[in-house]
């Protein structure tokens, strides 16, 4: 059975840093794409970034040069960067992984990002 575990999500100051972490386990096949996604209250959820197995990378245009997503495939785990944060990053985020088509989501970490 796929689990995925976040750690890493709490209340940082404005202009500070943070950095999640997600851990996978039961994998038998190649996890073909890593990603963290958000969710704000009364907002849709929404992709932050996502990796490929290959290192390929996409960002959301709100987090472009402030967030940094990075993967350990041999240890299927994805982590994301964030820096600069911003009081509109506050929200909960999602690990997400995808296996043969399948997509497996964590249990989420809040952000919060308040003077």
């Known amino acids: 059975q796929v689990q995925l575990v976040e750690s890493g999500g709490g209340l940082v100051q404005p202009g500070g840093s943070l950095r999640l972490s997600c851990a996978a386990s039961?994998?038998?096949?190649?996890?073909?794409?890593m990603g963290w996604y958000r969710q704000a209250p009364g907002k849709q959820r929404e992709l932050v970034a996502a990796?490929?197995?290959?290192?390929?990378?996409n960002y959301a245009d709100s987090v472009k040069g402030r967030f940094t997503i990075s993967r350990d495939n041999g240890k299927n785990t994805v982590a994301l960067q964030m820096n600069s944060l911003k009081p509109e990053d506050t929200a909960v985020y999602y690990c997400?992984?995808?296996?043969?088509?399948?997509?497996?989501w964590g249990q989420g970490t809040q952000v919060t990002i308040s003077s």
């Open positions: 997400n992984i995808q296996i043969l088509g399948v997509e497996y």
């Open positions: 039961g994998i038998m096949f190649s996890i073909l794409r």
């Open positions: 990796i490929t197995r290959g290192g390929g990378t």
